[in-house]
């Protein structure tokens, strides 16, 4: 900084209250310059952070509306699967198989807990599901979450929709939806308890019908 004739502040500010000024206004113009570019850096970070959180977000988005690429992925997910699966029972392909005997031999697999953790153990298991957008931390129980139906095993069916649906991050409409069910199964099982409650009222009925038609003097063998 110069004042209009040229000279510099800090030379001015020297001469007139001496050098401790002159030192105390160059520490402060240093401070001020570093802070300065500090702030500058730090909203360049900002927004490039940004930018490329909103560059993977637009890409998810992609792979989870290409239906051809889900497919294409459970497909090699499968044959990687059947694989392990042929390889365990030592048999080998001598000659290439297309996509279409993979998947029609895989309907009649049933994949138990043991066979499912040889799986998961594979890098292109991880590979695969890292690239249909399943996180890391909800493959470590996999197995419970895609057994639906408490069986014990799991069938191609049952893997295919539950890895759809742990595709990417959870969702409002996965909550609505969760709470929607709830709602409906609340709803079922009250209506199952009242049409329970409705049989064995007509069931005491009908005893009570019977008894008094066979004891109508109100007595029995019990009785006596």
Known sequence: CTDSLGRPIMYLAAERYGWVYGVMYCILQVLM???LFNVIVALFVENVIAGAKTNDQLRQ????ANEAFFLQKMTDLIEMIMNIHNANLGISDKEPRTKEEILEQAVNLEITPDFFEQVRSSPDFNGILADLDVADEDSFNLFRTLDVDGSGTLD?????EGIARLRGDA??????????HMEMMNAE???FCQATLATLHEHGQALIAVQSALFPDGTSDHGD
Not at 156 to 160: G, Q
């Open 33 to 35: 310059q570093f802070g």
């Open 189 to 191: 099982f009250k209506e």
């Open 171 to 180: 969702r409002r409409s996965d909550i609505v939806s969760i709470r929607l």
């Open 61 to 64: 988005r992609e792979r989870l």
């Open 156 to 160: 191609v069916e049952e893997l295919f």
